[in-house]
């Protein structure tokens, strides 16, 4: 999904490689007691989706972040990472391969969390393994890292993360799989990562039911410049999240000879969701 203005803090992939992900316990967060001198962290991922692929198959190792221990503005960039007050702590995660376009239309998952040392998050690191592939028209192809690195590294303001409740933060990762997949000549694929990070309460949501369902249809979410994606389940239903407050125009693609639509002024609020009901392609 591409970001809309200013609300994204799009986080800058250092590493070439890939990214992330991780198994489907959906929703770990809880109001416990955080221990003195830690803070506990809630990282979620979910998917700006591509209709090109079958599935795009993630091999995830670990995840571990940067706390910065001295200054706790949470805003400050102009940091050292050799500075003594560093202290990578890492994250729990399952170790597997997982398909990301499992996570789209407003599904996500939990990639990592765990007690930390507390203070500000400047970098996210994820490892990859190597078993890397995607599925297009039922064939499978490599996913090749770029120069063999399985790293990749986000870098953070320190500000990204939700205050949800005494010491617990939270963070989505939004992976746009369409944009991180470079094709090369002869069906070779290699992974360039494409994402950012945003925080639910502070962005608003557009959702709906495309039929008939053969239809194969398209969303985009158009606003200016700025454009999100959402390509619907089987069933139809579509969400877009991550939207800065503003009228929007909801464009769908149609396909198999049903007739394109447009549907304009959809006003979107942040914390809400505009739910748009069923819309009904025509040939």
């Known amino acids: ?136 028209d039922s064939v499978n192809y490599p996913l090749n890292l770029f120069n063999n690195q399985t790293t990749i590294t986000i870098k953070l303001y320190g500000h990204e993360w939700d205050n949800y409740s005494s010491g617990h933060y939270r963070l989505w990762l939004d992976f746009d799989c369409g944009r991180s997949i470079v094709r090369l000549r002869n069906n070779e694929f290699y992974l360039s990562p494409f994402i950012r990070a945003f925080i639910i309460k502070e962005s608003g949501a557009v959702k709906g039911i495309i039929k008939p369902v053969d239809a194969k249809p398209i969303i985009s979410i158009l606003s200016g410049t700025d454009t999100a994606y959402a390509f619907p389940w089987k069933d139809g239903r579509f969400k877009v999240r991550g939207l800065e407050s503003g009228t929007y125009s909801v464009y769908v693609n149609a396909g198999n000879g049903y007739k394109d639509t447009t549907i304009s002024n959809v006003s979107v609020t942040v914390g809400k969701e505009t739910d748009l009901g069923t819309i009904t392609l025509h040939k």
């Open 1 to 136: 999904m591409k970001s809309m203005g200013n609300l994204f803090k799009y986080v800058m992939v250092v590493a070439a490689g890939a990214i992330i992900f991780f198994a489907c316990s959906k929703d770990k967060s809880d109001n416990t007691t955080v221990p003195a001198g830690k803070q506990s962290l809630d990282l979620y991922l979910t998917d700006g989706p591509t209709d090109y692929f079958d599935k795009v198959l993630i091999d995830i190792k670990s995840v571990k972040v940067l706390v910065d221990t001295c200054d706790k503005t949470r805003s400050r960039r102009d940091w050292d990472s050799t500075k003594k007050c560093y202290i990578w702590d890492s994250l729990a995660v399952a170790p597997g391969v997982y398909d990301l376009l499992s996570l789209r239309n407003g599904v996500d998952t939990l990639l990592g969390n765990g007690l930390v040392t507390d203070g500000t998050v400047r970098k996210i690191v994820i490892t990859l393994g190597t078993n890397n592939s995607i599925v297009k």
